[in-house]
């Protein structure tokens, strides 16, 4: 677990980088330096607290990005700054969602250099004028962390491109590594130079920031905390080839809402979080969320959607219409496709070039009336690649023209400029198709776009010479690997490799009847123009406050150590065991009952051999020997194992296979539950066990006495999972109308009568003890897994309700740091081993055989 001697360890993971100098001076703080909670016992708990000013109770929303959404320019001659809203920004327009009161601050670097002794200047301007707080990366640190770690790794692994060769792709370099996680950490500096932790809400943008959600829960444990995921995640097969992956995977958990564009990202992801960290997932109230520590990390699945207001000024810029009958006229008489892509790798332009090449070829008659207009946008990364895409576009492009072509009818017009949004509505309005052949892409609003665009406005129309009223049609051909795919379900899906198919696709797209057409294009429009950017911000925002609103009713502690931290949160009543506090409770009762689970709480369950050592046998014989004891081992195993290991421990009770066995010592016989008389089930239940034995690798069947369990720990866990799933509901149709329950525990699924279980046993030892008048006073129960809570609930409200009036010290406790309904933990078999020791030093003084207590532990902190 972290202490706070190790606050500055991820400084010293990061490297060397981390001790590159800061900006001259820091830019005036909301709130400054992190401060203390108190909580009910210790407060350990830590959150901010503000000395200076805060934002009182307006709605605050601080963007984290990249790059801010500003457009900044140096003038050559007097070297003053100006500065302006880049208003083709996607994080700009996320206000547009947010309530009219809310303060939004943006964090991020320029795009633009800029010198040491202008940083100052230049942050206090664009905080005072334009709430942005500028994160300036020295020269070295920016070109490795975005160009090297960020575009020539990160990005490609994320869109499924593996570096199988140095010619293809950038290794792993650790160097990289290390100044992605010191630029990662420059970005949570400056987000906690304006962070109120207590009020506002922080929400990181895509795969630059990884790490910043592990920087700040580090300083915040309660901070309000979204991220989401602009480009693809990639399957467990691929993320998993990442040496860092359990750093990012972690640092991703450290969010409380994280959001990705389409299921199929989400669901890679909990399938990386299962397989790497063993977390599952489940569905509540419609909601995915992730237990983890605690915490509940949900996972949402919303596509952005695209600025209205945006468009709209562009559309009805005067220069669109004059640039749209000017498009009229150059293509008349022709059907125009349209490609508006990147320069990179992954858009696929020489597939879709590829495919118009064989569609003129299969269909001369289209000679002469079918023009594909491909824009490219600046590339946003250099590199080989990069170039090898360009040249590839350019070479295919001369090939069409030259063969299809002829004087005054070019079929592929390549446009490699930047180009202005009112040109590109332009085309967007005058297309027939647009295609987007991407094989790999996070969302793409392209087709979004389009379908807006041709959707028209008063000015467009006029240009056009289209009458008021006019239906509106449109049609699109999209990559099944694209993140818009899923919402257009109208559109004409292909697999871009498919040259073929997207050649018949793009022929049905232009052939198509126009009422299908209109009904395709109606569909798009309603779904696009009532999720934009602000529907899309919206509603992150309400989700992340939902994931939120129990932050203060949970007790909360740092652990781990450098990028592996983490925050544990617990009830506030939920507290270590302290020996002390025991022992001390312990000698004032006279009359007691303890209740042991066996795996997992006094044998460890890492540990192969699973018999109990000289110690345990020792501590157990000296707590029995005590006459105001009574002592049980309440376990899951048969009763032969037990009877056999435990044999030396003549006083000692056991309860095996969840209670349907008991004796209370070992002269005493075995007494049988009697909740079932007959094993007819097991017939049903055994044959369908096997069927899934055989099908799953790894797994193996445990007959008891009284029950059957399949365990698959060592099976594929995935794939394990998914059978438990199917088997769990598979015997529960089967076994309806037997006296059985079929229940799912970590890595088994068990069938076992009806009416036994773990808290049954303390039931009928206490109700026999009280029937002796023998009710104990003191009462202490430790288990470790799911089994085991139901003694602890048995625990807590059974002897809770004496006839006397004097309520006995109850001690549940649970083995390991989770959620539990256990009112104490322990951290290991270890732990356990030393209590019990405790335990019987007081009975007996000190016995020979075990050892003094020597460890102190803290009454309530973790550390």
């Known amino acids: 677990m972290a202490s706070r001697s190790y606050t500055s360890f991820?400084?010293?993971?990061?490297?060397?980088?981390?001790?590159?100098?800061?900006?001259?001076?820091?830019?005036?703080k909301v709130m400054t330096v992190p401060g203390v909670l108190t909580d009910?016992?210790?407060?350990?708990?830590?959150?901010?607290?503000?000395?200076?000013?805060?934002?009182?109770?307006?709605?605050?929303?601080?963007?984290?990005?990249?790059?801010?959404?500003?457009?900044a320019h140096k003038d050559p001659k007097s070297s003053k700054w100006s500065f302006t809203f880049d208003e083709d920004s996607l994080y700009l327009h996320l206000r547009d969602g947010f309530p009219p009161e809310a303060e939004v601050f943006y964090v991020g670097s320029l795009k633009v250099d800029v010198?040491?002794?202008?940083?100052?200047?230049?942050?206090?301007?664009?905080?005072?004028?334009?709430?942005?707080?500028?994160t300036f990366l020295p020269t070295?640190?920016?070109?490795?962390?975005?160009?090297?770690f960020c575009k020539q790794y990160l990005w490609p692994i994320f869109h499924y491109m593996l570096p199988m060769s140095p010619d293809h792709g950038t290794r792993f370099d650790r160097g990289l590594w290390q100044a992605y996680v010191s630029a990662n950490k420059k970005f949570a500096d400056k987000v906690v130079e304006i962070l109120n932790p207590e009020d506002d809400l922080v929400w990181i943008h895509d795969y630059h920031l990884l790490l910043l959600p592990t920087f700040l829960r580090r300083r915040y444990y309660r901070v309000t905390l979204g991220f989401f995921l602009h480009?693809?995640?990639?399957?467990?097969?691929?993320?998993?080839?990442?040496?860092?992956?359990?750093?990012i995977l972690k640092a991703f958990l450290n969010s409380d809402l994280i959001g990705f564009h389409t299921f199929d990202y989400a669901r890679h992801f909990l399938s990386c979080c299962s397989r790497l960290l063993g977390l599952d997932y489940e569905s509540k109230r419609g909601y995915l969320g992730i237990d983890y520590f605690g915490r509940t990390v949900y996972v949402k699945i919303l596509?952005?959607?695209?600025?209205?207001?945006?468009?709209?000024?562009?559309?009805?810029?005067?220069?669109?219409?004059?640039?749209?009958?000017?498009?009229?006229?150059?293509?008349?008489?022709?059907?125009?496709?349209?490609?508006?892509?990147?320069?990179?790798?992954?858009?696929?332009?020489?597939?879709k070039l590829l495919a118009v090449e064989l569609l003129l070829h299969q269909y001369p008659g289209l000679l002469g009336k079918l023009v594909l207009v491909q824009i490219v946008n600046p590339a946003r990364s250099t590199g080989k690649d990069v170039q090898e895409v360009k040249a590839e576009t350019y070479e295919i492009t001369k090939r069409i023209n030259l063969k299809y072509g002829f004087p005054g009818y070019e079929p592929v017009i390549l446009i490699d400029r930047p180009m202005s949004l009112f040109e590109k509505t332009a085309y967007y309005s005058i297309a027939e198709c647009c295609i987007v052949n991407a094989v790999r892409d996070g969302l793409n609003l392209t087709p979004y776009k389009y379908i807006i665009c041709r959707q028209g406005c008063q000015k467009i129309d006029e240009a056009m010479g289209v009458a008021a009223g006019t239906a509106r049609s449109s049609m699109l051909v999209v990559s099944e690997f694209v993140g818009c795919s899923p919402s257009l379900s109208g559109a004409i899906r292909v697999n871009p490799w498919n040259i073929e198919a997207v050649a018949d696709a793009l022929k049905m797209a232009i052939s198509m009847p126009d009422l299908e057409k209109q009904l395709r294009h109606e569909k798009h429009y309603r779904y696009v123009s009532s999720h934009d950017v602000a529907y899309?911000?919206?509603?992150?925002?309400?989700?992340?406050?939902?994931?939120?609103?129990?932050?203060?009713?949970?007790?909360?502690?740092?652990?781990?150590?450098?990028?592996?931290?983490?925050?544990?949160?617990?009830?506030?009543?939920?507290?270590?065991?302290?020996?002390?506090?025991?022992?001390?409770?312990?000698?004032?009762?006279?009359?007691?009952?303890?209740?042991?689970?066996?795996?997992?709480?006094?044998?460890?369950?890492?540990?192969?051999?699973?018999?109990?050592?000289p110690e345990l046998i020792s501590v157990l014989n000296h707590l029995c020997d005590d006459p105001n004891n009574i002592v049980f081992i309440v376990s899951g195993r048969g009763r032969d194992p037990l009877g056999e290991w435990l044999s030396p421990c003549e006083k000692l009770g056991i309860a095996a296979e969840h209670g349907y066995f008991l004796r209370w010592n070992k002269k005493s016989d075995w007494e049988v539950s009697t909740v079932t008389a007959d094993n007819d089930w097991k017939r049903i239940a055994e044959p369908v066990m096997q069927l899934y034995t055989e099908a799953t690798d790894g797994s193996y069947i445990e007959s008891k006495e009284s029950a059957i369990v399949w365990h698959h720990q060592d099976a594929d866990h995935d794939f394990a999972s998914c059978q438990a799933k199917e088997m769990l509901d598979h015997l529960e149709n089967v076994l309806a109308n037997e006296p059985v329950a079929v229940t799912r525990g970590h890595n088994i699924?068990?069938?076992?009568?009806?009416?036994?279980?773990?808290?049954?046993?303390?039931?009928?030892?206490?109700?026999e003890l009280s029937n002796d008048g023998k009710l104990p006073d003191f009462l202490l129960c430790i288990g470790d897994d799911l089994s085991d809570e139901n003694m602890f609930e048995s625990i807590l409200s059974k002897a809770s309700c004496t006839s006397s009036g004097i309520a006995p010290e109850i001690f549940a406790c649970t083995v390991g740091q989770k959620p539990s309904k256990a009112k104490y933990y322990l951290n290991d078999t270890k732990h356990v081993m030393r209590l019990l020791q405790g335990l019987a030093s007081a009975s007996c003084g000190k016995p020979e055989g075990i050892l003094q207590t020597q460890v102190s532990f803290e009454s309530s902190s973790p550390v």
């Not at 400084?11 to 981390?18: E, F, I, R, T, V």
Request: charged share 30%; aromatic share 8%; glycine share 6%.
């Open 536 to 613: 899309w911000s919206r509603s992150f925002v309400q989700d992340l406050e939902r994931a939120c609103k129990d932050h203060y009713n949970k007790r909360c502690w740092g652990i781990g150590f450098g990028l592996s931290f983490r925050v544990l949160a617990l009830s506030p009543s939920f507290r270590k065991l302290s020996v002390e506090y025991m022992v001390s409770a312990y000698k004032k009762t006279k009359k007691r009952a303890i209740f042991l689970d066996y795996d997992g709480t006094v044998v460890s369950d890492m540990s192969i051999v699973k018999s109990p050592s």
């Open 140 to 148: 070295d640190l920016q070109k490795k962390f975005y160009h090297g």
């Open 115 to 134: 010198d040491v002794k202008d940083q100052e200047e230049v942050a206090q301007t664009l905080l005072e004028e334009f709430r942005c707080v500028p």
């Open 231 to 247: 480009s693809p995640f990639p399957s467990s097969e691929i993320y998993r080839t990442l040496p860092v992956r359990d750093e």
């Open 303 to 351: 596509p952005v959607g695209v600025q209205l207001r945006r468009l709209e000024v562009a559309m009805n810029h005067p220069s669109a219409s004059t640039k749209v009958k000017e498009i009229q006229k150059q293509f008349e008489q022709k059907k125009v496709i349209l490609g508006v892509d990147d320069m990179d790798i992954f858009k696929g332009i020489s597939l």
């Open 40 to 71: 009910a016992d210790n407060g350990d708990s830590k959150d901010a607290g503000s000395d200076a000013s805060s934002s009182g109770n307006r709605e605050r929303k601080i963007i984290v990005a990249n790059f801010l959404p500003i457009n």
């Open 10 to 28: 991820l400084d010293l993971a990061a490297g060397g980088y981390l001790d590159l100098p800061q900006a001259p001076r820091n830019l005036p």
């Open 749 to 767: 699924v068990e069938v076992k009568p009806q009416g036994v279980s773990k808290g049954l046993v303390i039931e009928r030892v206490l109700s």
